[in-house]
């Protein structure tokens, strides 16, 4: 009897996408790896291992220095790695050059790696509602560097049957200070910290160039309660979070998320925003799905509504800062444009018509199911359309209509994809049926200055207004500020209104049904010259307080040039008295 050996040939990608959506999640291979900071495993017979060292170069700005060992069982007989485009070799170890980005192994080292140079730097150029005034994605400065990890293309022979397959396993670390995701990374100072909730644990990295915005509580606080409230599957272990630093940098955009989770936000980031771009990331990291061109609107679409209805109802913003967000999608040109085909997007309508199709759709499927359904069923059946992106055929207009119809019968499903197929747009539903439909929200409260004349100086020498955000106030005057308190959510609730004078406060409060207001009058008299920071709600002024003028002093003697009112009259007279003389 014969035995016969088989050879089997892999090619395998380890992708680092280059083309970036703005603001968007990029779909990465679902290559299985280990936690990148950890210290490597001993290899197992079905596995090859890839780990890639990063490191700084500080006499080359712009660049960043990768080493890249593989280790293999003895079945693997071939190797080549294919570096990134342009990347320069500076070393090699059991790696021959074959061309001029493949390098084949020697057949000899046990552990062959190969170093090489790549630019930190990646740019855009395009536009969309989260992007800013730069052109940076990644880069590096004097002090430190965001990058995406490199990308390398590995290609290997091994004996073995089909079945007898081998696992690939990438890890990252970083030498010196740094730390690294699962595609991006931060080289430099920084701090990490951790949160776990619902099965995922969030790795906050602050570096020590940035200036958080909002306190690391926040940021764990918002993801939690998104990654509790978001049941659409694809909850990943782990999210990897960049704080970026904004002193410095130029970004193109406001937030970027790569791979299956790990995502960058501007440290200068707010939370009280319905265009909340930690959330908006977020929602990214919970798409596992693959599109068509027909299906390709979806990404933004559900990032930006879901961002915006997260921050609704963890009390970031009110309904009407809400509503806003999807009214956009109303507007030409984005109404006109047909989401289906991505050729006829104008003014970012994947994020504003799209956006306002999926609340539309979630709320119709919600009516239809008397909230027994809603969009995230939808969601869920995207996400499950197949366990592994790369192998998975992308949702097509006919998955989507079929997930519809699923969810929220067939009359929702035909409204929502003639809105997704056509120039057709629906409209924005009001508080009332928000209430109606999704549930009463939470008592929230605004605060703003009063209509008419709110902010007024009154003293010795009468009243006035005080316009803008600062003023100068004179010992012993007194200003007034006039507020309005509005509950714009769905339920009666109490409120503390605080008036603040640097460091003494008073309080006004009250109870409000939905859609009531009252006013309140703040009084402050200064006694003593000095700036004081008055805020209240969530204005602030700026009040200088100076000693009051005193007016012209009584003139002692005759100075010269100015003579003063007795010297003046004296002058007068001995002036007329020498004309008289001269006459």
């Not at 602050?206 to 939690?224: G, H, T």
């Amino acid at each position: 009897m014969r035995s016969h050996v088989a050879v089997l040939i892999a090619v395998f990608l380890v992708v680092g996408s280059a083309g970036v959506p703005l603001a968007a999640g990029l779909p990465g291979d679902a290559v299985a790896a280990t936690d990148s900071t950890a210290a490597s495993a001993q290899l197992t017979d079905d596995e090859i291992r890839m780990t890639t060292t990063l490191d700084r170069t500080p006499d080359r700005v712009g660049e960043i220095t990768a080493t890249t060992s593989f280790r293999f069982p003895d079945r693997v007989t071939e190797f080549t790695a294919r570096l990134p485009e342009g990347a320069t070799v500076t070393e090699t170890d059991g790696f021959d050059r074959e061309t001029a980005s493949d390098y084949a192994w020697d057949e000899r080292t046990d552990q062959p790696s190969v170093t090489f140079r790549v630019d930190a730097d990646r740019l855009t150029d395009q536009e969309g509602p989260l992007a800013e005034d730069g052109r940076y994605l990644f880069t590096e400065t004097d002090e430190w560097a965001l990058v995406q990890i490199p990308s390398l293309g590995i290609e290997w022979t091994r004996t073995g049957s089909p079945s007898d397959d081998l696992e690939f396993v990438r890890e990252t670390t970083v030498s010196g200070p740094g730390v690294a995701g699962d595609r991006m990374a931060f080289l430099g100072p920084h701090e990490v910290e951790t949160h776990t909730a619902h099965g995922q644990t969030f790795r906050l990295v602050v570096p020590e160039a940035a200036d958080l915005e909002p306190s690391s509580e926040e940021v764990f606080d918002s993801l939690s309660h998104a990654s509790d409230r978001l049941r659409v599957g694809d909850r990943d272990p782990e999210v990897f979070v960049v704080a970026a630093p904004t002193e410095s940098v130029s970004w193109g955009v406001r937030g970027l998320q790569v791979g299956d989770s790990d995502m960058w936000v501007q440290d200068s980031e707010e939370m009280e925003l319905a265009t909340n771009v930690w959330l908006h990331e977020y929602v990214h990291t919970r798409q596992s799905f693959e599109t068509t061109d027909e299906t390709q609107w979806l990404r933004e679409a559900t990032a930006t509504y879901y961002g915006a209805s997260l921050a609704l109802e963890g009390g970031h913003v009110d309904f009407d800062r809400f509503r806003r967000v999807l009214d956009r999608g109303e507007e030409a040109p984005q109404s006109n444009s047909v989401l289906s085909q991505p050729d006829s997007w104008e003014n970012n309508a994947n994020y504003w018509k799209g956006s306002l199709v999926v609340g539309d759709t979630d709320r119709s499927i919600r009516a239809a199911t008397d909230s027994e359904s809603s969009f995230e069923a939808v969601f869920r059946s995207l996400n499950s359309h197949a366990t592994d992106a790369r192998d998975a055929d992308p949702v097509t207009a006919g998955d989507l209509e079929a997930y519809l119809g699923a969810a929220g019968g067939s009359e929702v499903a035909a409204a929502s994809m003639r809105y997704a197929t056509t120039d057709a747009a629906p409209t924005m539903w009001d508080s009332r049926t928000h209430g109606e439909v999704f549930g009463q929200l939470p008592a929230q409260f605004r605060y703003s200055f009063a209509a008419d004349d709110p902010i007024r100086v009154s003293g010795d020498d009468g009243s006035r207004s005080l316009n803008g955000t600062s003023g100068t106030l004179t010992v012993g005057e007194t200003l007034t500020v006039e507020m309005v308190a509005e509950n714009v959510g769905g339920t009666v609730g109490d409120y503390e209104l605080l008036f603040r004078v640097n460091e003494s406060q008073t309080t006004a409060s009250g109870r409000l049904r939905p859609n009531e207001s009252s006013s309140h009058r703040f009084d402050q008299t200064f006694s003593e010259p000095g700036r004081y920071t008055v805020s209240v709600g969530d204005e602030q002024l700026d009040i200088r307080v100076v000693e009051p003028d005193r007016g012209l002093q009584e003139p002692i003697g005759i100075e010269t040039p100015g003579f003063g009112v007795g010297g003046a009259v004296s002058a007068l007279l001995l002036s007329g008295l020498l004309a008289r003389r001269r006459a």
